[in-house]
């Protein structure tokens, strides 16, 4: 009858009249308690370790916080922003419009800084994907170990490049050696929207093209290391009873290890368009400012919501046009999340191994 | 179909540790052979050398013979891959892949061989079932995933898997070891019925069993901590368990030790 475990919870609440009915409910041995409703403290309470009650309370603490932390930020983006939103001359959803050089007749929509960010971050996820799922599977499954350890290290050391020292290489190097390419494929595929001639100077380089290519860079060591460590978690009875079928080793890959890594290597694919969709700096020095809108075609220029904000900066003076951007900034917020939570779902999905 | 084994002055490497040492040993066909001994004296590492999943292990070594009817496994000519696919093998832990269905659990192996037509797998897929004395208990939910059965019914899902693709031999390590005493007893009513088709050894550390499913019983033991394992005799089951040739075997079947 003594169930030591009823009194935890009402050990720190104060008025010994309520905390009786508090864990009655899932408990129903609580007869204990009731001789002593008087008591000032409750002296039936466990011990618990003050190291307990220290830890319990970081924790949840840090929880608390993170949390906290978020919901001002979100808060932050809404009530700065809405001053802007009412002053706002167009549709701030569907314009292609962005001027706000004059705080009195705001004209700012999103619709472009939106598909150009949603084009960069998705030709880059396009081009890391795959090669992050193969370079995760040779570190895996194919190089000998002697050589895994260090080629891993090389990948890691990849995510520690400065995002400024890659925007100066996508400008100065990969721009030029891209600009044939960009020709070729303008000249023989340019019947495919994609590939049409674009709003901006193609040898200058300053396209949504070379911009996807290093955010794909940038975004690669993430995605290799979270896949690479999913991977590496495989259950050897798993991957035995394979081989023990006759499987080789790319059926083994292929029957274990690629279903049992298939939610990670999504989410870290996720990760990864995460940190795409919020690249700024690269993209900033990289994209080369158009014109005319957005045409869908890899060789337009225009500017993505994070290079856009961090452009505008000398702007920022003015409450109101500051709002505009802040408006953007929130679009942003909201785009990470809804991606984070589409990657949740896709995980939670895929049960079957938990 | 059922073929005999004979391993020839086998020895085993772990990188530079000496496993097992010099194990000649006959398994005839249609036969369960039993291996008994206490942990780490490399049993276990026999019968994984026995379809040649002993060289996964990084660092791991083989020398010596073991001839599948006559043909060295570990000849430079054969195909580890193929060796596999003619011994099955079966698990300590009961291993179905969890994203596969059922039948596709059954089946798997016949995929990997290359066989498409589906009728031919669905036939296939009822036959192993049958065999495994799993038909009746799954039949309706075919297409449910095999993580879903029991213990017992996932170890028979496994060892339906591994006779799918009609293995000339078939190798039990600890089949047995994770499942309850009824699970058990269905699976060793079951090697009692598949050693009428196919030669099997089973590693076991329940004597009993071994009195009980085997035909013949190999004793191992290792005379101390780094000490290479060594097979110390074999020789019909009734035999070993009523009138062993050596005080240690003697001395581990009764249960008294060094």
């Keep these: 009858m003594n169930d030591p475990v009823v009194a935890r919870r009402p050990a720190r609440s104060g008025e010994p009249g309520a905390e009786r009915g508090v864990p009655a409910a899932p408990h129903a041995s609580e007869a204990p308690i009731p001789p002593t409703p008087e008591a000032p403290q409750t002296p039936k309470a466990p011990h618990v370790r003050p190291g307990d009650r220290v830890f319990r309370g970081l924790a949840t603490g840090s929880g608390v916080f993170i949390v906290a932390l978020i919901g001002a930020i979100g808060l932050f983006l809404v009530v700065q922003a809405i001053p802007s939103l009412g002053l706002d001359q167009v549709n701030f959803l569907t314009s292609r419009e962005w001027n706000t050089s004059d705080p009195a007749n705001l004209r700012f929509g999103i619709l472009d800084l939106l598909l150009v960010t949603i084009v960069v971050s998705l030709l880059a996820l396009l081009i890391a994907m795959p090669i992050a799922l193969g370079i995760a599977l040779f570190l895996t499954q194919y190089a000998p170990r002697q050589l895994a350890r260090p080629f891993a290290y090389v990948i890691d050391l990849l995510a520690a490049v400065p995002s400024i020292v890659f925007g100066l290489w996508g400008l100065f190097v990969l721009g030029p050696v891209l600009y044939p390419v960009s020709e070729w494929l303008i000249e023989h595929l340019g019947w495919i929207p994609f590939f049409a001639k674009g709003n901006v100077n193609v040898q200058l380089g300053g396209t949504v093209f070379t911009a996807g290519i290093v955010v794909a860079v940038m975004i690669l060591p993430i995605i290799t290391a979270v896949s690479r460590e999913v991977f590496e978690r495989t259950p050897t009875m798993h991957v035995e009873g394979a081989i023990a079928l006759g499987a080789t080793k790319w059926e083994v890959v292929r029957t274990t290890v690629l279903p049992f890594g298939k939610a990670g290597y999504v989410s870290a694919s996720m990760l990864g368009l995460g940190r795409a969709l919020g690249e700024t700096i690269a993209v900033m020095i990289i994209l080369s400012t158009a014109t005319s809108a957005f045409g869908w075609s890899l060789f337009d220029g225009g500017a993505t919501f994070a290079s856009k904000i961090a452009l505008a900066a000398p702007e920022f003076n003015d409450p109101r046009s500051a709002g505009a951007y802040i408006a953007a900034g929130l679009v942003l917020f909201v785009l990470t999340f809804v991606v984070n939570a589409i990657a949740r779902s896709i995980v939670a999905g895929h049960k079957e191994y938990e | ?258």
């Design chain 2, 1 to 258: 179909m059922a073929k005999r084994l004979d391993i020839k002055d086998l020895n085993l490497y772990y990188g530079k540790f000496h496993a097992v040492e010099n194990v000649s040993l006959a398994v005839p066909p249609r036969n369960v052979t039993a291996f008994i001994g206490p942990s780490g004296c490399g049993k276990s590492t026999v019968l994984r050398s026995l379809n040649r999943m002993h060289e996964v292990a990084p660092g791991a070594r083989v020398e010596g013979k073991v001839l599948l009817d006559g043909e060295d496994i570990y000849a430079s000519t054969v195909d580890p891959v193929e060796v596999r696919r003619t011994i099955g093998m079966v698990f300590q832990r009961p291993n179905p892949f969890p994203t596969m269905s059922i039948r596709d659990n059954v089946v798997a192996g016949l995929k990997l061989a290359g066989v498409k037509n589906k009728k031919e797998l669905d036939e296939v897929a009822e036959r192993s079932l049958r065999g495994a004395n799993l038909w009746n208990e799954v039949k309706d939910r075919l297409d449910r995933p095999g993580g879903g059965l029991s213990g017992g019914q996932q170890q028979r899902l496994c060892i339906a898997r591994a006779i799918a693709v009609q293995p000339d031999v078939l190798l039990m390590d600890e089949p047995c070891s994770a499942l309850d005493p009824i699970s058990t007893l269905a699976i060793e009513d079951l090697i009692t019925e598949l050693k009428k088709d196919y030669t099997i050894v089973i590693v076991t550390h329940n004597m009993q069993q071994a009195a009980r499913v085997s035909d013949q019983t190999a004793f191992f033991n290792l005379l101390g901590v780094g000490q290479p394992g060594q097979l110390i005799e074999v020789d019909d089951t009734e035999k070993i368990f009523s009138n062993p040739g050596q005080k240690a075997t003697e001395d581990y079947i009764s249960g008294r030790f060094g």
